[in-house]
């Protein structure tokens, strides 16, 4: 017999220049280009059609990943890190970008790096590694569209006595740190203080499948790899449900269930 013809055949978009990385959201598909000093062309394409949406030239670093709370995407960095909203428009940058356009940018701290970042609820959550300092890392809690997006607003910032540390996952109240050292979570308020702590199962510190890739938000709970161990969080408190020892990665909602690899 003849085979018969696709329903649905998948568009196809390409461009001369090498991609960076991909992400989705918005019911698009989001496409970071390489140029010669860092990753700043980006495209929006319809799932269903590969029909372009809107576009921007953007400051994201090569390593680049794409972060999203639902509302905003937020392309990481190691020097700055910037967010955007559904028409591509800047919403918020943080750090000193390659090409510095505006000195007086509110960096409180201009000399420091940035090694792990989660975001919800229109907040971000950062580690910060700055130099000079007694207090190891710093978290810092940022809003994600603030007034003028060149000049970021801080919700707190405070040191952890670590520098080995990772942003578990943020909310618009709170965000959850990992202290890798201790084997400890702590999770702080907008006010900068520790509400809540326990403790975790972590696997090496150079497993990828860690708190470097950001946890899964499905449904009730936030899904968080320790790289030993899978954890259901609390959206709302950043703490414990249940677990699933000995887990490959977070879960995600199946079928109306979850469905974590082990």
């Not at 000995?246 to 109306?256: E, K, M, S, V, Y």
Request: glycine share 10%; hydrophobic share 30%; proline share 7%.
């Amino acid at each position: 017999g003849i085979p018969a013809e696709p329903l649905f055949r998948s568009p196809v978009y390409s461009r001369d220049i090498p991609l960076c990385t991909v992400g989705s959201e918005w019911n698009r598909a989001l496409a970071v280009y390489r140029k010669s000093h860092n990753c700043s062309e980006v495209t929006s394409l319809r799932g269903t059609t590969g029909v372009r949406g809107p576009q921007r030239n953007s400051d994201a670093e090569f390593g680049t990943r794409l972060l999203s709370d639902g509302t905003y995407v937020t392309a990481t960095g190691r020097r700055t890190f910037e967010s955007w909203r559904s028409d591509m428009v800047l919403t918020e940058q943080y750090g000193i970008p390659v090409d510095l356009k505006n000195p007086d940018n509110n960096i409180e701290r201009p000399n420091c790096t940035y090694s792990s970042v989660a975001v919800g609820e229109a907040r971000i959550g950062v580690i910060e590694k700055c130099p000079g300092t007694t207090l190891g890392d710093r978290v810092t809690m940022l809003k994600t569209h603030p007034k003028d997006y060149e000049k970021s607003e801080q919700v707190f910032s405070t040191g952890l006595g670590s520098t080995q540390t990772s942003v578990v996952a943020v909310n618009e109240k709170r965000v959850a740190v990992l202290v890798r050292d201790r084997s400890e979570v702590l999770v702080y308020n907008t006010g900068g203080s520790i509400v809540a702590r326990y403790p975790v199962r972590v696997g090496p510190a150079d497993l990828h499948a860690n708190v470097q890739v950001e946890p899964t938000r499905t449904g009730s709970h936030v899904y968080w790899h320790t790289g030993a161990d899978t954890l259901a969080l609390d959206p709302a408190t950043l703490t414990p449900q249940w677990s699933v020892p000995d887990a490959l990665g977070p879960g995600i909602d199946f079928g109306g269930r979850v469905l974590v690899p082990v």
